[in-house]
């Protein structure tokens, strides 16, 4: 009779806790207020979401990203951009200090020597140092071998002229090439062998050393580093100091200092 008593009343107490723990998680699941949609649940904290996904974070939770990420309303900076290379030097200034060529070309006396001298062949080089990249000082050898012309057939005439100039350039560069100009100044030196054939012929030769005073202009296109190709237009006044003229007839000599104007142009390579 005890044992039944004592086990009816382990019965009651076990069925009346678990009651009351029922009765305390249902009182304290909050309810969803307005009431979740089909398919979904309302979670411990009174919000709704899909069943089968985790709950959303309690009301008032800060989130913070995994280490090595921005915090939130961090913009990362603009992306650097890297400088732009800088720009080859122009032709212009590459150019080697140093030039030397070749020029050939014609050239043509002026005034009153004209009329018997037609253009005829100019040949030589030049070659400089450049002190900027926007002026040089240059020399030129010059070789001018007269044409004659409008001669009687009993004449004969042969004129050989030697220059040596000096002339400082200025250089203005135009990106395909350059513009040079400038004067020029040096000295003369003339070799004439005049004959006359027949039985009163005879002959004079002479030599002369002479100054010479002129100008230079020209366009040289840049072919490479180190190379140029262009043509120069001359202006020379040749003054003759004094020349030697013996007849060779009656042996007699007599001098003179005449002057000459020639224009040229050449076709030159600069190296």
Not at 91 to 102: A, D, F, V, W, Y
Not at 175 to 197: A, C, M, N, R
Request: hydrophobic fraction near 40%; glycine fraction near 12%.
């Amino acid at each position: 009779m005890s044992k039944a008593i004592v086990r009816s009343l382990i019965v009651f107490v076990l069925a009346s806790r678990a009651g009351l723990v029922n009765a305390q998680a249902a009182g304290s699941a909050p309810a969803c207020n307005p009431p979740c949609p089909a398919g979904q649940v309302c979670t411990p904290y009174g919000q709704c979401t899909w069943a089968g996904y985790p709950p959303p974070p309690p009301p008032g939770y800060q989130w913070y990203p995994p280490p090595g990420y921005p915090p939130p309303g961090y913009a990362y900076p603009p992306p650097a951009y890297a400088a732009p290379a800088p720009a080859a030097p122009a032709l212009e200034n590459q150019r080697s200090r140093i030039t030397l060529g070749p020029l050939v070309g014609v050239h043509s006396y002026r005034g009153e020597i004209g009329r018997y001298l037609g253009p005829g062949l100019r040949f030589g080089g030049m070659g400089g140092y450049r002190l900027t990249p926007l002026l040089s000082i240059d020399v030129e050898l010059a070789v001018d071998i007269a044409n004659p012309d409008n001669l009687q057939p009993s004449e004969k005439l042969s004129k050989v002229t030697i220059l040596t100039l000096m002339a400082p350039l200025l250089h203005l560069p135009i990106g395909v090439g350059e513009f040079v100009v400038g004067p020029t100044i040096g000295l003369g030196y003339d070799v004439v062998s005049y004959q006359l054939l027949g039985a009163s012929g005879g002959s004079i030769d002479y030599t002369a050393q002479a100054w010479s005073f002129g100008a230079r202009g020209g366009f040289f296109f840049y072919a490479g580093r180190k190379i140029s190709i262009g043509g120069v237009l001359a202006f020379d006044y040749t003054k003759d100091t004094s020349y030697l003229a013996c007849v060779a007839v009656n042996g007699s000599c007599t001098t003179y200092a005449p002057a000459t104007k020639v224009v040229s142009l050449s076709a030159a390579v600069l190296f």
